[in-house]
């Protein structure tokens, strides 16, 4: 079956620009997350989806980024006014499960490579 | 910081060679699990191990546990040029909505 798609794969914007990053996650994939991966760094948590709703936003790191859900499928990562210190690899994964099981691993996309200029 | 902690950052060895690496971690967990990626883009889960079980093996790959000492080991056995990639573990906490990373660890298996 398809795995975890993101699109664009490559995204160059000017500076103060608005982008949209999409996320199709696994089909019955309840579970959905976003993360930012900076140049030769781990990942870094952005936010959780369960379903439609987002328990947990604590890793956006400004107002600048928002992020929704809709029909339990599709996310967009939007962030405002880009930043060059936006730019990095945004990875999308999603999971059959949620946290609050005992498994639950992560399939992931294969990213979006933002760079801000 | 919850994060776990991979050693060494590279390394580097030869086909045929096996390749150990450990991951620490600071506060007691759910589960922990293993990562591979290649060419800085989307991560494969490798092995998934709970915090009641001590090793786990699959194909090449063998993961042990120690809770005691908060640290894991992945063990590729016979590599290959193939496994050339990142390797990220990646722990999660009973009661968090996060799995979190570490920085990795970059291995290098020249043929």
């Known amino acids: 079956g398809a795995g975890v798609s993101q699109s664009p794969s490559n995204k160059v914007t000017e500076k103060g620009k608005d982008v949209e990053l999409r996320c199709d996650p696994i089909s019955g994939h309840t579970a959905l997350y976003w993360y930012r991966q900076s140049l030769g760094q781990g990942l870094e948590f952005l936010i959780y989806f369960q379903g439609n709703s987002a328990p947990d936003k604590s890793g956006l790191p400004s107002d600048r980024f928002s992020a929704e859900r809709t029909g339990g499928s599709v996310s967009t990562l939007t962030i405002q006014r880009t930043q060059q210190e936006d730019s990095a690899v945004y990875l999308c994964?999603?999971?059959?499960?949620?946290?609050?099981?005992?498994?639950?691993?992560?399939?992931f996309g294969p990213g979006t490579r933002l760079t801000v200029l | 910081s919850q994060q776990g902690e991979e050693d060494p950052q590279a390394l580097s060895i030869q086909e045929g060679e096996n390749a150990t690496m450990n991951c620490s971690y600071k506060?007691?967990?759910?589960?922990l699990q293993w990562y591979r990626q290649n060419s800085g883009r989307g991560l494969v889960h490798l092995i998934l191990?709970?915090?009641?079980?001590r090793e786990k093996h699959s194909g090449r790959l063998r993961v042990t546990l120690d809770t005691s000492k908060k640290s894991s080991s992945l063990l590729i056995t016979a590599s290959r040029a193939a496994d050339t990639a990142s390797y990220f573990c990646a722990c999660w906490w009973a009661g968090s909505y996060q799995l979190t990373f570490g920085k990795g660890t970059k291995l290098s298996v020249i043929p």
């Open positions: 191990i709970r915090s009641n079980e």
């Open positions: 994964a999603s999971s059959l499960a949620w946290l609050g099981e005992t498994y639950n691993e992560q399939f």
């Open positions: 506060t007691s967990i759910n589960n």
